[in-house]
């Protein structure tokens, strides 16, 4: 049975996103705990239900690409937020949730969020590909003449976006304007900088095991320093380089010009864009409802996280 929803009575809910539940625990203000649901989300809509054990494959995902990130050479400058996964080394107030936390639950630093998806594109496709096909540009970036969808970029595109509230859509900006977004415009170079490190090692990893890294989105956030006088840090935060945040396409299948089906929420999105469940009587945007996902789009759904998982870490997935 799917987790939509969970209930930590004790804890002081701090936010419900899309996917993640984030509590306060009490005595502890330098961290926050991080729960992903098995939630759904599809067009900035959330579902009426969702797919058993998604959190945990994301977070057991998401925990292997930081561990990995910050040992390889070129990404081990950068910090997360992670402090642990296991539940027994986080506060009581949260052990005597282990049954319905265990798996899904990771205990972070808390930091300042950033209001800026850090989105780097290796690839065109999706929403960079209507964009271009309507106007010639990325984000408000010319891009050359007579590009084929599924094109390589060499070298990759930073293209950040703005974080909306659940909602409210986020907003493709061009990268110059990213420093007018954030609290302190000096951190716009290093968190490119940032997101274009983690995006090439991923992407060499994840073609190593048979798969490209078309796009990503990365989250980033300010952790205050314990001396005053000196400026806060720039981590990762959030997910990383999940299903959920990420296109994955089999390298095998790859081609300019090819529309690719990567190992995500295709099957959900089509499924929608199809009229499925009666979406998109509103037009199919942020103010749909969410509607019920059958069990057959639920079963395809899962099939492709759980083989994205297999490739990219070399393990079985074990809820």
Not at 123 to 152: D, N
Not at 201 to 218: E, N, P
Not at 291 to 317: Q, R
Request: proline share 7%.
């Amino acid at each position: 049975m799917a987790l939509v929803q969970t209930d930590c009575p004790t804890l002081k809910l701090v936010a419900r996103g899309k996917v993640r539940d984030i509590y306060e625990v009490p005595n502890h203000p330098e961290a926050l705990l991080f729960v992903a649901t098995d939630r759904v989300s599809a067009f900035d809509v959330i579902m009426k239900n969702g797919i058993p054990n998604k959190g945990k494959l994301l977070t057991s995902l998401s925990l292997f690409f930081f561990d990995f990130l910050s040992k390889a050479e070129e990404t081990k400058h950068i910090p997360n937020h992670v402090i642990t996964s296991n539940i027994d080394e986080m506060p009581a107030e949260v052990q005597q949730y282990k049954d319905q936390l265990n798996g899904r639950a990771i205990w972070v630093r808390r930091a300042q969020v950033l209001p800026v998806e850090a989105i780097v594109r290796g690839y065109i496709t999706g929403s960079a590909w209507v964009e271009y096909q309507k106007s010639g540009t990325m984000h408000g970036i010319e891009l050359p003449k007579g590009m084929k969808e599924s094109t390589q970029f060499i070298p990759p595109l930073f293209t950040p976006s703005t974080k909306a509230e659940v909602g409210d859509k986020d907003e493709n900006i061009h990268p110059d304007k990213l420093r007018d977004i954030l609290p302190d415009p000096s951190f716009a170079e290093p968190l490119k900088s940032y997101a274009l490190a983690l995006y090439s090692t991923a992407a060499r990893h994840a073609l190593s095991s048979g798969l490209i890294l078309a796009d990503t989105k990365f989250e980033f956030g300010l952790l205050p320093s314990s001396d005053p006088s000196q400026p806060p840090t720039l981590l990762l935060v959030d997910e990383c380089l999940t299903p959920d945040s990420s296109r994955f396409w089999p390298a095998e299948t790859w081609a300019e010009g090819n529309k690719m089906v990567g190992f995500d929420k295709q099957f959900v999105r089509e499924w929608l864009k199809a009229g499925g469940g009666g979406f998109g009587k509103k037009g199919g945007g942020i103010e749909e409802d969410g509607v019920e996902i059958p069990e057959d789009i639920v079963k395809a759904t899962w099939g492709k996280y759980e083989e994205a998982y297999e490739k990219l870490t070399g393990k079985k997935f074990v809820a």
